[in-house]
């Protein structure tokens, strides 16, 4: 994938991973353009980089999704670049009470809304000579955390959609890349984040983004960073090493 001069849509782009990603491909000299619920959080990113064009946008919300896909197509019909990164994670305890709280908006926001929002898309894409699809996934796609399950298996879900998805477009124009994060040292979890990070040595996201946009320039379909390498080669034979008793 050519990383310059390229119109990109960053879901989750505010702050993170997304932000870290917006950056350095605005550094690049594409054009960006970074969505979220927070409007703070839009107007925070864009003091940071004035180049980057915000969109407040909850994709799980349908109405709302529908209205920036419209806006794309009318402000930015040139849009050839999308990194589906906005996520959430919830630990969860499931023999606790309350351990299902927002599992809807944890299942939409990482799973379900990203694929109607590629397929809402998907028109406007194909009039690109190329074009390209970028799915954030995790490492935790591969070999999960127990204490996050939700996450994990939203993750573990993208994976198998974005083989799919990558499979059903072979002939036309547009690329489908995955993107697997290792443990990044970002807000993701909040105070609930998984345990199995603690002790971790965290990629910062500005590290992360320097190695990510490397592999994409180098045609890389699976965009796999740091440990997540090694999840993806072993799998499931991790589990026990990752959750101990």
């Not at 908006?105 to 799973?111: G, H, I, L, M, S």
């Not at 935790?140 to 993208?158: E, G, H, Q, R």
């Not at 199995?196 to 996201?205: I, L, R, V």
């Amino acid at each position: 994938m050519k990383t310059t001069a390229n119109t990109i849509l960053i879901t989750g782009g505010a702050a993170g991973i997304g932000f870290a990603l917006a950056q350095q491909l605005s550094e690049r000299g594409n054009r960006v353009i970074v969505c979220g619920r927070n409007e703070e959080a839009l107007a925070k990113a864009q003091s940071q980089v004035p180049a980057l064009v915000p969109r407040q946008c909850d994709i799980t919300d349908g109405e709302s999704r529908a209205a920036m896909v419209e806006w794309l197509e009318a402000e930015h019909p040139e849009l050839n670049v999308v990194i589906n990164n906005a996520g959430v994670q919830y630990r969860r305890m499931l023999n606790e009470s309350g351990a299902l709280a927002n599992i809807e908006q944890e299942v939409a926001t990482n799973f379900t809304a990203p694929v109607q929002l590629i397929g809402a898309l998907l028109p406007l894409l194909s009039r690109q000579p190329q074009s390209t699809i970028v799915n954030v996934s995790s490492g935790l796609a591969f070999s999960p955390l127990a204490d996050i399950p939700v996450y994990c298996a939203t993750k573990a879900a993208m994976h198998s959609f974005t083989l799919s998805l990558r499979h059903q477009l072979r002939a036309t124009g547009i690329r489908v890349v995955e993107m697997a994060p290792p443990i990044v040292d970002t807000g993701l979890g909040g105070s609930q984040r998984s345990g199995g990070t603690a002790g971790q040595q965290m990629m910062t996201p500005k590290v992360f983004a320097t190695e990510a946009i490397a592999q994409l320039e180098n045609g890389k379909d699976e965009v796999m960073v740091g440990l997540s390498a090694g999840s993806r080669k072993m799998g499931e034979a991790l589990f026990e090493r990752m959750n101990p008793a």
